[in-house]
């Protein structure tokens, strides 16, 4: 199994800043994604963004622009950096690790999720 651990949420104001890291404690296959969703109390979990082993990125229309996703494929770690915070970004953030499958991410894995509040 992949263990996901994430890591700096918390609170900002509007049009502040936020960096979120997860490190993977490994990857069952060669090629795989890791991705940022979010979860605001009532919504359905969407992502955010996407990287892949390739260094591909992809990106929620409301991220672009706004936010990045890198990674360190030898730490086994991405991070999200969120700038011009805006209220609606509140949420609990969770990282996903998948399978790369056909240029496909097939999550299975999620960390517990991180808080973001901006207010």
């Known amino acids: 199994d992949v263990q996901l651990v994430e890591s700096g949420g918390g609170s900002a104001q509007t049009g502040g800043s936020l960096r979120l890291s997860c490190t993977a404690s490994?990857?069952?296959?060669?090629?795989?994604?890791m991705a940022w969703f979010a979860q605001a109390p009532g919504k359905e979990r969407e992502e955010v963004a996407r990287?892949?082993?390739?260094?591909?990125?992809t990106y929620a229309p409301s991220a672009k622009g706004r936010f990045t996703i890198s990674g360190d494929n030898a730490k086994n770690t991405v991070y999200l950096q969120m700038n011009s915070l805006k209220v609606e970004d509140t949420a609990m953030y969770y990282c996903?690790?998948?399978?790369?499958?056909?240029?496909?991410?097939?999550?299975?894995?999620w960390g517990q999720g991180t808080q973001v509040t901006v207010s």
């Open positions: 490994g990857h069952e296959y060669s090629g795989w994604c």
């Open positions: 990287y892949d082993t390739d260094g591909q990125t």
């Open positions: 996903a690790e998948a399978r790369k499958l056909f240029n496909r991410c097939l999550y299975k894995y």
